[in-house]
C-alpha cells in the first residue's frame, strides 16, 4: 500500500488522541486497534477526518472494547503538553522516512518499538528534534 502523507497523519493523531483519552501507552492501543482496524483507518482516513477526532476515537474504542489503563503521560509532563496532532505528525514522518513495505506493518513496528516510548515522554525535548534525528534513532534502538 503506497503512503498518503495526510491518512497517516490523520491515522497517527487519532491513535494518540485514544492513547490520551484511554490512558494507554501508544504501543499498547495499536496492539489494541490491530492490524485489520489500522488497515481501515487509514484507507478511510479522508472520510473519517470529517467527523470530530473526539467521535471517531469514540468508535474505535468501543468497537475494541479499548479499557482505561495508568499511562498518564499529560498528567505527568512538567511543560507545555504537545498536542495529538503534533504528535501525530513527528510519527507519520518517522513512519514515511523508514518504510519499506507496506505502511501499516511500518506503522506497528515503529509503535512497538522503543522509540515510542521515548516520544511520549513529553518532559524530554525528543519530539522536536529533527526528523533525521529521530529516523536514526529509530534505526539505531537507541538515542543517538
Known amino acids: 500500500m503506497e503512503i498518503n502523507n495526510s491518512d497517516l497523519f490523520f491515522t497517527c493523531s487519532l491513535i494518540e488522541f485514544i492513547g490520551r483519552e484511554k490512558k494507554q501507552t501508544r504501543r499498547d492501543i495499536v496492539s489494541l486497534l490491530g492490524k485489520d482496524n489500522l488497515t481501515h483507518i487509514y484507507r478511510k482516513a479522508d472520510i473519517l477526518h470529517c467527523e470530530p ?57 515503529v509503535y512497538s518499538s522503543k522509540i515510542s516510548d521515548i516520544i511520549s515522554n513529553y518532559n524530554s525535548d525528543f519530539f522536536y528534534q529533527s526528523r533525521e534525528y529521530i529516523r536514526e534513532c529509530y534505526k539505531a534502538g537507541e538515542i543517538l
Not at 62 to 69: N, P, R, T
Not at 87 to 95: D, H, N, P, Q, T
Open 53 to 109: 477526532i473526539a467521535k471517531t476515537a469514540d468508535i474505535f474504542i468501543e468497537l475494541c472494547h479499548i479499557a482505561d489503563g495508568s499511562f498518564d503521560n499529560v498528567a505527568v509532563c512538567k511543560y507545555d503538553v504537545p498536542d495529538y496532532w503534533t504528535i501525530g505528525e513527528v510519527y507519520a514522518r518517522l513512519i514515511e522516512d523508514t518504510a519499506k513495505g507496506d505502511v501499516i506493518d511500518t506503522l506497528i513496528s
